[in-house]
């Protein structure tokens, strides 16, 4: 469908209205633990433009949020270890920020969020305290204009009585009251930059969508650039404008939202979106479809993987998959993909048609 | 289980005299069939809040508020509704894992609230059921074999070293499990496999009625696939009858024939898949439907968000329960309780915009509604 709209929508990388505004490049996050080193982030490299939202999705284990955790150097190290990489932001690599440095840009500069609201809020502190504490932080705001921003903020994300709230505690609130004072929080400083590690997951659907959209309602209005993390390609299909595959610690795949849904090219892509199910499905086609299985399960992270890590799960996986790692590569404009049978896929997809 | 046993009251639903409280809905609950495995009559479950030093009732969570509902034979019926909305713990009074407060569970005809003790030793092995967290519901500490092999050493139907492997053997194949995994324990499995034993256990015993709570949350999209595939070859395989609880609605409409929303405790609507994701009659099943994520970038919807949260169970909104975040509430809804009717045949719902035989057209926003 509209293809040719789609390319419109892509001019050439560099000339696009958001310039980068963070550039992971090769970062490779590797865990020493007592039954061997988890190559948990083999390699990744990506980047986030201005006022965009870029999803990065894959399953438990994938890498995901250590990717995300590491950028602002959240890993204990040790057991974590970054191998390589740099994480550019703003012209400074964040992962050789001092502690000092990188405190001034966390919460402040660059901001994120986590699944669990219960577990991320201080369960002694009022709601009050802990979102004025970044403000006096890294604002500078005397204690009686930060209460003033953390009651506007507050009222940014819906919360009703923001004044009063302000006086509670997280057990008071609701999940999705609670994700809102996240919300807030991370926002309270201006962020460039907000990373939203699986933001819903622990949310109702009926939350989840109030949430999302607050989400992208915030963004437009504030003009932050948002990394959404999650393993639900419906959420991604809904939100993100950018998306990268990750599998086994590693990007398979990357390409804008409508490209990857309509035209995926890496057989894991592919296949993920054959094994979920679909609403009103049944209507369209009459009978329940068998769901698309990807046999087997997600290699260990223990065990070096020499070729594709997707191949012995793959059904076009050859001999080469397993011995040598496929580069990413771009197959379309704005479309990459780290596959050595992309074609053949490519062929299936259009041949019974 | 011969049904010969059963107390001369205990009809086949369709013979059923209309109840005292929803004579509409045992009928749209019920698809008139001698093939029924599980029916249950208006549950409650109340839990009492209990505060302060001698621990004094100080109110009750509305957990289930009369329920009704029946599977057949082969059938599933998938119970969706968010945190909170009793979905499980309707699962748990079906197992009888919870003493209902009120109500009937009827398994193969029989009221199983009425029996205990070793009296309901034959109706546990019809019914088995298979959990979210594959983990903690399997003893670390048997292995594999031991595990699916237990229910049937309960029932004496081990047969002995020999017999019991060859009929493990049999279920692991069954369930796509390997012969060599029988000596492993359960944490050398990955989560999909131990879903998989889980399901090996629950065959063990060949029930009639498999109460599914929230099988493949817990598993990763590549995985939940190849549980939901084999759940569904299954039960056309045993004709098993499926309770599936869940709150994913892809994969509710995906594995379920019939569907029934909740929302605080009580069925707001009810009828087959088809007609529940094509044309929902209920305010909250719309704006449900509408709140799911669709993985489909071309399609934009209009959406209808819900205003609010689910309000708390121990003092649940007068009148409708949903009226606190209904957009089409009207004065009535907060006075008055709707009932579940069947407004249209198969088609039951709890809303007074929906009135019997009514076409099922769009409801109109009301300016006046108010949180």
């Not at chain 1, 594709?308 to 771009?330: I, K, M, S, W, Y």
Request: charged residues 25%; hydrophobic residues 40%.
């Amino acid at each position: 469908m509209a293809e040719a709209a789609t390319f419109e929508r892509a001019p050439t990388p560099g000339a696009e209205p958001g310039r980068p505004i963070l550039e992971v490049d090769d970062l490779r996050v590797h865990f020493y633990t007592r039954d061997g080193i988890v190559r948990a982030v083999e390699g990744v490299s990506f980047t986030l433009n201005r006022g965009e939202t870029l999803g990065i999705v894959g399953e438990s284990g994938c890498g995901k949020s250590v990717t995300a955790m590491s950028m602002l150097q959240l890993l204990p190290q040790p057991p974590a270890k970054i191998e390589s990489g740099t994480v550019l932001f703003e012209g400074r690599d964040l992962l050789t920020l001092s502690d000092r440095k990188i405190r001034n840009v966390r919460g402040n500069e660059i901001s994120m969020i986590f699944q669990e609201p219960m577990t991320s809020l201080n369960p002694v502190l009022t709601i009050g305290l802990q979102i004025t504490e970044s403000i006096v932080l890294h604002q500078g705001l005397s204690k009686k204009a930060a209460n003033q921003r953390a009651a506007e903020m507050l009222e940014l994300v819906r919360i009703p009585d923001p004044k009063q709230r302000l006086g509670e505690y997280p057990h008071q609130l609701s999940g999705g009251m609670r994700q809102r004072v996240m919300i807030a929080m991370a926002l309270s400083c201006n962020p460039k930059v907000l990373i939203a590690d699986e933001p819903t997951t622990a949310l109702d659907v009926t939350i989840q969508a109030q949430i999302l959209n607050l989400m992208l309602e915030l963004k437009k209005d504030l003009g932050a650039a948002i990394i959404l993390i999650t393993h639900d390609l419906g959420v991604i299909a809904e939100t993100a404008e950018r998306v990268v595959v990750m599998y086994a610690g590693r990007k398979v795949e990357e390409a804008k939202v409508k490209d990857l849904f309509s035209r995926p090219l890496h057989p894991y892509t592919h296949g993920l979106m054959g094994s979920i199910p679909r609403l009103n499905e049944v209507v369209e086609e009459g009978a329940t479809r068998r769901l698309q299985e990807i046999e087997g399960t997600v290699p260990s992270l223990i065990e070096p993987i020499p070729g594709c890590a997707f191949a012995p799960r793959c059904t076009f996986a050859t001999a080469r998959c397993h011995r040598e790692a496929p580069p990413l590569e771009q197959h379309r404009p704005d479309h990459w993909a780290a596959c050595w049978e992309t074609e053949r896929l490519e062929a299936l997809r259009h041949g019974p048609e | 289980m011969a049904p010969s046993d059963m107390a001369p009251s205990d009809m086949a639903p369709s013979d059923m005299a209309p109840g005292d409280m929803t004579p509409a809905t045992a009928r749209a609950a019920t698809n008139g069939d001698a093939e029924t495995v599980l029916e249950v009559q208006d549950l409650k479950k109340f839990f009492p809040v209990k505060r302060g030093l001698l621990s004094s009732t100080v109110g009750q969570v509305y957990a289930v508020d009369g329920v009704s509902f029946t599977i057949r034979r082969g059938e599933t019926l998938g119970l969706v509704g968010e945190s909170g909305c009793g979905k499980t713990t309707i699962g748990k009074l079906v197992m009888r894992l919870l003493e209902p407060t009120a109500g009937v569970v009827k398994i193969l005809g029989t009221d199983i609230t009425a029996v205990s003790g070793r009296g309901l030793r034959p109706y546990r092995r019809e019914m088995q059921m298979v959990f979210q967290d594959p983990y903690s519901s399997l003893n670390p500490r048997m292995s594999a074999g031991a595990i699916v092999r237990e229910p049937l050493k309960n029932y004496g139907l081990d047969g002995g070293s020999i017999g019991g492997e060859k009929q493990a053997e049999a279920l692991f194949a069954r369930v796509g499990l390997k012969r060599e995994h029988m000596a492993k324990y359960p944490h050398e499995f990955s989560g999909g496999q131990r879903q998989r034993l889980g399901i090996a256990r629950a065959l063990a015993l060949n029930p009639s009625l498999i109460v599914a709570d929230e099988p493949v949350s817990a598993l990763d999209v590549s995985v939940q696939a190849q549980v939901i595939n084999l759940l569904m070859d299954l039960q056309v395989e045993y004709r098993l009858a499926f309770l599936f609880i869940s709150h994913d609605l892809a994969v509710v409409e995906h594995i379920s024939h019939r569907v029934a929303v909740m929302y605080l405790g009580k069925i707001v609507e009810l009828t087959d898949k088809r007609t529940l994701f094509t044309t929902p009659l209920h305010p909250y099943t719309e704006a449900l439907l509408a709140a799911v994520p669709v993985p489909d970038p071309e399609i934009s919807r209009q959406r209808l968000i819900l205003e609010g949260d689910v309000p708390s169970p121990i003092n649940p909104p007068s009148g409708c329960r949903f009226h606190t975040r209904c957009p089409y509430a009207v004065e009535r809804c907060r006075h008055e309780e709707p009932p579940l009717i069947e407004v249209q045949p198969g088609h039951a719902v709890a809303c007074h915009l929906r009135e019997v035989g009514a076409p099922p057209i769009k409801l109109e926003k009301r300016a006046s509604a108010t949180a």
